[in-house]
């Protein structure tokens, strides 16, 4: 199979609310606050279901954090179940969306669980083991869910994670590329694994899952770095044409032992090169719902800014500099300037490289600086789509230039799962 990069611009045109809409949408909130452009947030979904070419998409929750927001796009067509970051996280999910429309959204927990208390539970509810699969990628998974709840437990669901990372030197660890997450990837490993579930009483084998970072979540079009940007698309091609044999043999093999309801595979940043796999039935994407940061450098698609925050300028210390309150909210991940938010509008500001953005103040200079005054709103984008939700304890939906709601982040509900 031949994987291309088009040389081309993105598609469609991002939609970009003015400032003077969402200064005017807001003028009434107190600051700090945090909005969703509803216009961009639906965009970003159509172009999801586009760029998919009709594989189904499960929403990753990690990137979205807000239950009102799941819903919103779990009603569209193209969207189908949840991938969820932790077992609490997916049993108040069934919880809360039991008795709706959304009671029968089956939801994978795609990092394994330590948790005790909530494996209790969820061997403890019918409706949520009939929706809720756990990832593992040993047999010290198992052993772990055992000693939880006893060897004669219900049946729970299971999905096999696969390491779909890049080893290019002959499969050899020593080069290894992509992110760190399961010790099975080979084909032979997941059967051998798949066949260890198949003999333990009280699991069910129901899926197989890899995240492909070495292509979702590296851009291949880094800003001023051409030359970057054509060794990334080299890599992440190579690691395509490896990964879709790999995978389908690892698929096959499985199939074998357990007939697979689901293979899911991708992340936002390589729809185009996953659905080009015919083992993966699924893909799964989040943050090109939201359109942060870390999204900018991509050859493939371009998200508009659909979440954003606001701060205000609170000193004017020096010609050129204005300082604003707050604004520290980094993301996680590797320590260096891609974590920082982004100044988003007014345009021509930039953090200044001595105080980044920070806990109590944030210094922004530019070309805008000496234009902004006392009280002005300064807006930014996190570098990434869901740990915004973790500051914000509620979104502020704006439509053009009103505010028609104000929902609930999963910390606004009294949730934080990590």
């Given at each position: 199979m031949?994987?291309t990069?088009q ?7 991002p ?21 969703v ?40 067509p193209?969207?189908a ?10 049993l ?5 969306w ?9 939801i ?10 909530a494996?209790?539970a ?7 083991r ?7 990628d ?6 772990l ?7 004669d ?20 660890d ?47 079009a ?19 044409r ?21 293979v ?11 659905r ?14 939201i359109?942060?940061?870390l ?7 371009t ?53 980044g953005?920070g806990e ?25 789509a869901g ?18 709601r104000?929902?609930?982040t ?8 990590g």
């Open positions: 031949h994987f990069f040389d081309r611009m993105p598609y469609g045109c939609v970009r609310l003015s400032r003077d809409s969402l200064d005017s949408a807001t003028e009434h909130l107190d600051l700090p606050l945090a909005v452009d509803l216009a961009a947030f639906d965009a970003n979904a159509a172009d999801l279901v586009r760029r998919a070419g009709g594989r189904p998409i499960r929403v990753a929750s990690k990137s979205v954090r807000c239950r009102a927001l799941l819903e919103r796009v779990l009603h569209r193209g969207f179940g949840v991938m969820s970051y932790a077992l609490p996280e997916a108040w999910l069934t919880r809360v039991a008795g709706t429309d959304l009671a029968d959204t089956d994978l927990v795609a990092y394994p669980t330590a948790d005790h208390s494996l209790r969820l061997a403890a509810d019918d409706s949520a009939r929706l809720v699969s756990l990832t593992v040993s047999v010290e998974h198992l052993d869910i055992d000693a939880a709840l006893g060897a437990h219900p049946e729970i669901r299971l999905c096999l994670e696969l390491d779909v990372s890049w080893r290019p030197v002959r499969g050899s020593k080069v290894h590329i992509g992110a760190r997450r399961s010790p099975v990837f080979t084909p032979q490993q997941a059967a051998d694994l798949a066949a260890a579930i198949e003999a333990r009483p009280g699991f069910r084998l129901v899926g197989l899952m890899g995240y492909e970072g070495q292509i979702a979540g590296m851009g291949d880094p800003s001023g770095k051409p030359l970057l940007g054509r060794v990334l698309r080299w890599v992440q091609r190579g690691s395509a490896e990964l879709t044999t790999r995978r389908a043999a690892a698929v096959a093999a499985v199939n074998a032992v357990r007939q697979l309801e689901f899911n595979g991708g992340g936002t940043g390589s729809i185009e090169l996953t080009q796999d015919a083992s993966v039935t699924e893909i799964a994407a989040g943050s090109g719902l359109g942060p940061g999204f900018d450098h991509y050859s493939r698609f998200p508009s800014p659909a979440v954003l925050f606001a701060v205000p300028v609170v000193r004017r210390p020096a010609p050129g500099i204005a300082t604003l309150l707050g604004g520290g909210y980094l993301a996680s991940g590797p320590a260096n300037r891609d974590r920082l938010p982004v100044p988003h509008l007014p345009e021509g500001l930039r953090l200044l490289t001595m105080e953005a109590v103040q944030t210094p922004v200079s530019g070309a805008g600086a000496d234009r902004l005054r006392i009280g002005d709103r300064v807006w930014f984008r996190h570098a990434k740990e915004l939700a973790e500051r914000f304890a509620e979104y502020h939906l704006v439509d053009g230039e009103r505010v028609v104000t929902l609930p999963y910390r606004g509900e009294g949730h934080s799962f």
